[in-house]
């Protein structure tokens, strides 16, 4: 089960470099910040706010160019992230075979956020 991202008190991180948002921060009661990435994923334990944010500026976007497996109807399927949203994000089939990373965009899947139907290459499903 997924754990979703918390609705009271979570804000929207820009990298400060470019203004690109890369993630989202929480703060917690006891007054520590909690980093999420684009996919509402938590990505530490609770820390002080810079390294919070300097934890989510190295990730920043790299998931665009990662591999990841899409779980559906039981079966594994490399596909790419094509798009993020607040609450939901956009994979493509991965087309084998091709030197450079491409995609089918004659179908897209659409998920809402938080899933677990999606899976970084070398995790177990």
């Not at 520590?32 to 684009?38: A, T």
């Amino acid at each position: 089960m997924v754990t979703p991202l918390p609705a009271q008190n979570t804000f929207d991180h820009l990298r400060s470099s470019d203004g690109e948002h890369v993630g989202y921060i929480n703060l917690t009661q006891d007054g520590r910040f909690v980093p999420f990435d684009l996919l509402h994923r938590q990505r530490a334990e609770p820390m002080d706010l810079d390294e919070a944010e300097n934890l989510l500026d190295e990730l920043g976007l790299r998931m665009f160019t990662e591999d990841w497996w899409l779980i559906r109807d039981g079966q594994q399927e490399k596909v790419l992230i094509c798009e993020i949203r607040r609450d939901s994000i956009s994979v493509a089939r991965a087309m084998p075979g091709t030197i450079a990373k491409s995609v089918d965009l004659t179908e897209t899947i659409d998920l809402p956020l938080p899933t677990d139907r999606l899976v970084q290459t070398g995790q177990s499903a």
